[in-house]
């Protein structure tokens, strides 16, 4: 059985903090819910520690933020950030193929 998301990560905070209910975590849409489990998972089974994912968050989302306020839009949705901080991380500890992504993503587009 899965441990519970306190038991097995650290509880994000400020604006890394997931969105979340009573319940836990929630989702707009499938692809966010498959997104944090793969983070999750891969976390669990220690290809990286979760403040290692959690500092490219917080960076994800400034960035995020401060090209939104440049272009004077909306800074996009927690889990495009989220998503996007993940992939870097993925590349970095060389887990995924940032090229093997972006086929993988205009395929199913």
Same mark, same amino acid.
């Given at each position: 059985?899965m441990a519970?998301?306190?038991?097995?990560?650290?509880?994000?905070?400020?604006?890394?903090? &997931?969105?979340?209910?009573e319940?836990?975590?929630?989702?707009?849409a499938?692809?966010?819910?498959?997104? %944090?489990?793969l983070?999750?998972?891969?976390?669990?089974q220690?290809?990286?520690r979760?403040?290692? %994912?959690?500092?490219h *968050? &917080?960076v994800? &989302?400034?960035?995020?933020e401060?090209?939104?306020?440049?272009?004077?839009?909306?800074p996009?949705?927690?889990?495009?950030?989220?998503?996007?901080?993940a *992939?870097?991380?993925?590349?970095?500890?060389t &887990? *995924?193929?940032?090229?093997?992504?972006?086929?993988?993503?205009?395929? *199913?587009?």
């Amino acid at each position: 059985m899965m441990a519970s998301l306190k038991e097995s990560v650290p509880e994000l905070e400020g604006v890394a903090a &997931i969105p979340r209910d009573e319940e836990g975590p929630v989702f707009a849409a499938p692809w966010e819910a498959r997104t %944090f489990a793969l983070v999750r998972s891969l976390c669990e089974q220690g290809h990286y520690r979760w403040k290692d %994912f959690q500092k490219h *968050l &917080i960076v994800q &989302i400034a960035e995020d933020e401060a090209g939104a306020r440049e272009a004077g839009a909306k800074p996009p949705p927690y889990y495009e950030s989220f998503q996007a901080a993940a *992939l870097k991380l993925f590349a970095e500890k060389t &887990i *995924l193929d940032p090229e093997d992504v972006k086929a993988k993503i205009a395929e *199913l587009r």
